[in-house]
């Protein structure tokens, strides 16, 4: 008798959480009509390809538009993969600066992107989350860098949304002459994207 109370118990839970879930327009997930990323440094930035991988779950159209002001389009159709090459001039280059290298995509319907920086011996890849899943408190999860080489550092970028976005970072370790566990404040603009390198 008490297992089958637990699990009417459980099913009770489960289903309050459910509703409250969807009250507030359902779980947060990777689809969306609009996108804003941006490529971080790879190595060197030599030799480097970058791509963009688009799918959906019904056909639509959109655009990936760059940041010197340039478009590509492109459709999906249900069960296939778009790709659209990215010009590597869109890198991320700063050790521990603001530039303007965000990427915005748009759809007519909901879209999966994937992005993928690749280069010989090393190749990164990432899934984009749309902007309106996006919170405010984000936590990078990295690994110690090896030595003082640029192609072995830890990293993380941001990218602004928004106009007057305001940003705080604090670091965990000591890295670029920011001290660990002090925050700092940067203000970014729409398409602008700052980068730090351990």
């Known amino acids: 008798m008490k297992k089958f109370n637990k699990f009417y118990f459980l099913s009770f839970l489960a289903c309050l959480f459910l509703n409250g879930v969807f009250a507030q327009g359902g779980f947060p997930d990777n689809k969306g009509r609009e996108f804003w990323l941006v490529f971080n440094t790879n190595n060197d930035n030599f030799e480097v390809a970058l791509s963009l991988f688009i799918t959906g779950d019904v056909a639509t159209n959109g655009q990936v538009e760059f940041p010197d002001g340039s478009s590509q389009s492109f459709s999906v159709m249900p069960g296939s993969v778009s790709t659209v090459e990215v010009p590597s001039s869109f890198l991320s280059t700063l050790q521990d600066g ?12 909901e879209v999966t992107v994937y992005g993928l920086n690749q280069k010989t011996f090393t190749t990164d890849a990432f899934l984009a989350l749309p902007v309106d899943i996006l919170g405010t408190q984000y936590m990078v999860i990295s690994y110690n860098s090896l030595g003082s080489s640029i192609s072995t550092a830890s990293m993380l970028s941001v990218v602004a949304t928004e106009d007057n976005t305001q940003v ?20 970014l603009n729409q398409g602008e994207t700052y980068q730090l390198l351990a």
Do not use: D, M, Q
């Open 98 to 109: 603001i530039e303007s290298n965000g990427i915005r995509i748009t759809a007519g319907e």
């Open 168 to 187: 705080t970072i604090v670091p965990s370790v000591s890295l670029s002459g920011r001290p660990a566990g002090v925050p700092y404040n940067l203000t």
